[in-house]
């Protein structure tokens, strides 16, 4: 760790940041319980927490969104003086040189990065635009920092890991002085994740001082001097990186030991679903399939791994039943699919999981049984003549919320009230029950705390114990290399043959991620699980 | 300054307190353009609650205002609640009615028992077809129906005028513009003697209850709201959004055109190019107030009906501008959105503390 040379120069000279005994209440609900936290120039302080640990709460209250009802928020002024921050004025927190990059980028997408950058700090009436003193500024910066990126290129034009340093050199540009980071790499490639913290690093050196929200544990030890940790909205924990260790955070942030999630060996049984020669030709790459052979076979977990946007989007489409294949044929259990339908997928034994899981998972306004029972309402189970049966929805759903441990207000609480990993237990409840003969995961755990990421491939597993094909489409190479049997990578709408995971080289899965490497054996890999057409995966 | 913190969940007092409260502020906010007037106020607001429930002739009037506006607000809150926008229920309105005197003016006749139900089903099934057709032009092609329904509003007037100068042209009109009048086995029954509030009044609130009741309680009311809430979630769960859609355009412009033919069987007993003084719009104004509740819209047609009739008959007795009416209702429905927004956050004035 490169922390050494922090560590010995916390004075209270170089305190930037102070939060002291903050409690946010919400109700009943405690989101923030006395926490203190400081930040020192120059220094990268990682704050975890499961979802609901606090630290959007705490972060809100420092960038003024939320008035705390105890403590107080200091920071140093520019000449080194303590000052109290103005509570509930985000200017105040401007002013004072915090900078924040959100998960979700706020920029304009048709503009160009120089034009999001100085947008809204440019006086609005004068006739010429005078913007080399920014370009020079900015020089500056990216030579400082490493932060290269075309300026002049449109931001739509850009790589997610390029919109992000925009967003990182907005912040620069306006005198940030304190960088909050939420989730930062959980839009990049490894490779993408790396350069970051390089560029992290440079910056903490030249005093920037940073604050990273964050619960994949890997990178906070990568790239932080020190740790806080938040659950249930207190601080349980702080301590140097270079004293912490992966399963001693992972315990604090969760209360409770975290069995790490494991496969056991199991032979693969037939094949539940093959795509043969599939083209799905939408116009864009992340919309597309070229010629793609894949096979799920029962009790085995096909990961797929990939960059987001490189197709993951049409094969998720098309396994959930919401598209049809332009060219090539599907069949599950030997049998050619001629109906692509949502509802006879569903009623088939098909379990899916989709990626966005707030936007295509469930109907916030209805209620947490209702949402449980979405797939099968039609069913004579939970209808008759038409009529709901709620006495059925609701057994159903007590069920699942005890058996899922779903944390809600009670079956008749709207879904939207729930958490993100609750929302996930909810559709797990909803689609695993069944016993279904075949899973799309889709992103299950993105988002999700540790406790309820290792929740969710714990489940995974069982169902492919119990004889399930599941296949898994992730970003998260951790993940996939944890509970894949297999893994295929997808690359502009092209899918490698599938891989034995423990034959896997995680760089060399980097780089075909990148579309930089074909996968070892393409081109005269056995018919045996899974292949591509040769030359197609050049 | 002013900052607004979500609720997380709002109480029934809230939700049910706040439209009430809101009506009431309206109402009491007519003082104003009264007093710019130079009307004496309290007098007029006498007047004003008279005119709609003085009497049983002045209630009974009130009622046979609210009819169409119970059904036209259904109309609208059972599609708003699809997110279908449906603006043309004007539109949908004179077709039901139009379907009803096509049948209904002696081409075929028969007992009550069966004309009625044969002039309802004509208007009901006309009007459903004038939605379905812009709702699937939107499924399928992604054509805007606010645009599409919107302007079938005048290509319909246009159309009835037609008719109404042409085949429909009542002989015996002395040259007005108007149909045959309907026949008395398929004319609504009065409810009370010499008055003119009808059944429609019963078939509107029986509407309402079975629309709540579908909503609430039926598979397909189910799917009517996923896809209203979450049409991107609905779909994945396998539900059809654009089956989902035709049914809720079905219910949509079916109780559209059923106003129709409740104010031509009911009412007015012939079609005219005047027969709906705007009951289509005006039906969307009393879904929002109800803040789409089939039952809600039952309250808000009677309250928006007796604003309409009040304001009528006490601009008639002092001489103010009967445009009175629709000002009360427009800052009715202003206070009922301002009053949704405040059941949704809460308001912080306060610029330091936050204690409590």
Known sequence: MSSAAHTSSETSQDLLLSLAGVTKRFGQLVANNAIDLTVHKGEIVALLGENGAGKTTLMNILFGHYVADEGTVTVAGRDGNLEQLEPGAPQAALDAGIGMVHQHFTLAENLTG??????????????????????????????GSGLNVDLDQPVHKLTVGEKQRVEILKALYRNARLLVLDEPTAVLTPQEADSLFAILRKLAATGLAVIIIAHKLAEVLAVSHRIAVLRGGAKVGEMKT????????????????????????????????????????????????????????????????????????????????????????????????????????????????????????????????????????????YQKLGFLDFEAIRKRAEHAIADYDVRCPGPDAPARLLSGGNIQKLILARVLEKSPKLILANQPSRGLDVGAQSEVHRRLLEARQGGAAVILISEDLDELLTISDQIAVIHAGHITPAMPTDSIDRSELGLMMAGQKAAPHAPDAPPATTTTNPGETA | MIRFEPRSNPGPLLVYGVPVLAATIAILLAAIPLALAGAPIVEAYGLMISGAFGSVFSTSEMLTRATPLILTGLAAAIAFRAKLWNIGAEGQLYMGAMAAVAVGSGVIDGPS??????????????????????????????VDEVVTTLLLNFIVLLFVQ???????????????????????????????ERM?????????????????????????????????????????????????????????????????????????????????????????????????????????????????????????????????????????????????????????????????
């Open chain 1, 242 to 381: 270079s004293d912490a260790n992966h399963k001693s955070i992972a315990e604090l942030m969760v209360g409770r030991e975290v069995p790490a999630s494991r496969r056991t060996a199991r032979t693969p049984g037939k094949p539940v679903i093959t795509l043969a020669d599939v083209t799905i030709d939408r116009g864009d790459s992340r919309r597309s399939l070229h010629g793609v052979n894949v096979t799920a076979r029962e009790g085995e977990i096909l990961g797929i791994a990939g960059v987001s946007g490189n197709g993951q989007a049409a094969l998720a489409q098309l396994i959930a039943g919401l598209d049809k294949p332009d060219s090539g044929t599907v069949e599950i259990f030997g049998e050619k699919v001629t109906k692509f339908d949502a509802h006879t997928f569903a009623q088939n034994g098909i379990a899916r999981i989709p990626e966005d899981r707030h936007h295509d998972g469930m109907v916030g306004s209805m209620t947490v049984a209702e949402n449980i029972a979405i797939e099968d309402v039609r069913s004579a189970e």
């Open chain 1, 114 to 143: 120089l034009d999001n950058i100085v947008l809204g700090t440019e006086p609005i009436f004068r006739l010429r635009r005078d913007r080399s003193s920014a370009r020079a500024k900015l020089a500056e910066l990216m030579a």
């Open chain 2, 196 to 356: 003119r509030v009808h059944i429609g009044l019963l078939i509107a609130l029986v509407s309402a209850v079975a629309l709540a009741i579908f909503v609430k309680r039926t598979v397909w009311g189910f799917e009517i709201r996923a896809v209203g809430e979450n049409a991107a979630a609905a779909r994945f769960s396998g539900i059809s959004v654009t089956k989902t859609m035709i049914l809720v355009a079905a219910l949509s412009g079916g109780l559209a055109g059923l106003a129709g033919v409740s104010e031509v069987a009911g009412t007015r007993g012939y079609l005219a190019t005047d027969l709906s003084p705007g009951y289509g719009y005006a039906g969307i104004v009393v879904a929002m107030l109800a803040r789409l509740s089939p039952i809600g819209v039952i309250a808000s047609a009677l309250f928006v009906a007796s604003v309409f009739v009040g304001a009528d008959s006490m601009s008639r007795a002092i001489g103010v501008s009967s445009y009175l009416a629709d000002l009360i209702v427009a800052m009715a429905l202003l206070c009922v959105l301002i009053g949704g927004f405040l059941t949704r956050f809460r308001v912080h004035f306060d610029r330091k503390s936050a204690q409590g």
């Open chain 2, 113 to 142: 028992w069966v004309m009625i139900p044969v002039v309802i089903i004509a208007g009901m099934a006309v009007g459903a077809l004038m939605l379905i057709g812009p709702t699937l032009l939107k499924t399928r092609l992604g």
């Open chain 2, 162 to 192: 037609m008719m109404l100068e042409g085949a429909l042209k009542d002989p015996m009109s002395m040259g007005w513009p108007q149909s045959e009048p309907i026949i008395d086995s398929a004319a609504f029954p009065a409810l009370l």
